[in-house]
């Protein structure tokens, strides 16, 4: 299991695909792992040498307890890339994960040639829903949360046509470190790239879902606006689109990315 010091912890990360191909990195949403891309794996990896991984805390990766915030995510990528030695990668992040990727595309242009941002805001929430799902997940654990997030995360009919996937999305957000997903909460709360946005130079697709309450597509659409050049898709699902709609999901980012 290959793991990457960064300073107070370690990141668990994996290499998937042909040594040599261009290289995706994939970053994860709050409450899940590098597992969440399992299904995009085949399509990616015939184009692509993929690199998943945990973020702080989630999974397998370890982190000292302490206040997140999105640059200390972002900087934790450049770090994991320079340690494999990849100068150039692709981005594809999904919901916190489109949050790391604007911070990237904003601050370390010259590493990526192409990103997707699914699933994302600008800024994600409100400082008030946010406080309160840090006191509530404080007060309770992440399992007293962990059906409404399920309710926003998938739509209705897939999960009732899906119930094993959507029992192993709960395995894995209610497996995160409390402390650790309170932290990201809070990383998540303070982020707000509105202003900056339009700064974005990197090519770019923004990826949104029209049942998507956490993100939704009018949050997207703003993004689209602002970053010139970008291409808008948007997926009939909800906030983990990934999961709910793999082929199709998978079929727009490489249309992007291979183009």
Known sequence: MPFAPIE????????????????????NSLGTNLSLWDAQIPAFTRHF?????DSYGHGESEMKNGAYKIDMLSTAVLKLIDRLGFATVNFCGLSVGGLVGQWLALNADKRLAKVVLCNTSARIGNIESWNTRIETVATGGIASISDAVLDRWFT???????????????????????????ATCAAIRDADFRNEISKIRVRTLIMSATHDRAAPPENGKYLAERILGSSYVELDAAHLSNVELTEQFSEAVLKFLVR
Do not use: C, K, N
């Open 8 to 27: 107070g912890g370690q990141i668990h990360y994996r290499l998937d695909g042909t040594e040599g191909l261009p290289v995706l990195v994939l970053s």
């Open 49 to 53: 040498q993929v690199l998943r991984y």
């Open 156 to 182: 209705p009919s897939f999960r009732e046509r899906q119930p094993a996937a959507v029992a192993r999305i709960r395995v894995m957000l209610e497996g995160t470190s409390v402390d650790s997903y309170i």
